[in-house]
Nanobody, 124 residues
Framework: QVQLLESGGGLVQAGGSLRLSCAASGRTFRRYAMGWFRQAPGKERDVVAAVSGTGDTTYYADSVKGRFTISTDNAKNTVYLQMISLKAEDTAVYYC?????????????????WGQGTQVTVSS
């Protein structure tokens, strides 16, 4: 079992920045591919960014390219999502997810463990 705990969400003005953290506990973290997803009210949960288990491959949704950065710290069993130049449309609940495979996962069905989510609200 893997437990994921997100933190770092909050209310920020448009153009501002936030860094989300996801701390993993339980089984070995460094073998897992990780992803950040978000879900706005009435919408599906979609991938925002993902990183492979080896850390050498990343993916970003077109809507966040150049503004969001996913990174991992294996020593701390933590994955981060640095968000800059935030927009009102980035408002959503953000979820961290772990995939028990090395390869990138781009869909909710490809992930095995989920955090409880953290709210990000961007005011315009």
């Amino acid at each position: 079992q893997v437990q994921l705990l997100e933190s770092g969400g909050g209310l920020v003005q448009a153009g501002g920045s936030l860094r989300l953290s996801c701390a993993a506990s339980g089984r070995t973290f460094r073998r897992y591919a990780m992803g950040w997803f978000r879900q706005a009210p009435g919408k599906e949960r979609d991938v925002v960014a993902a990183v492979s288990g080896t850390g050498d491959t990343t993916y970003y949704a077109d809507s966040v390219k150049g503004r969001f950065t996913i990174s991992t710290d294996n020593a701390k069993n933590t994955v981060y999502l640095q968000m800059i130049s935030l927009k009102a449309e980035d408002t959503a609940v953000y979820y961290c997810a772990a995939r028990v495979r090395y390869g990138l996962g781009l869909d909710v069905t490809e992930y095995d463990y989920w955090g409880q989510g953290t709210q990000v609200t961007v005011s315009s």
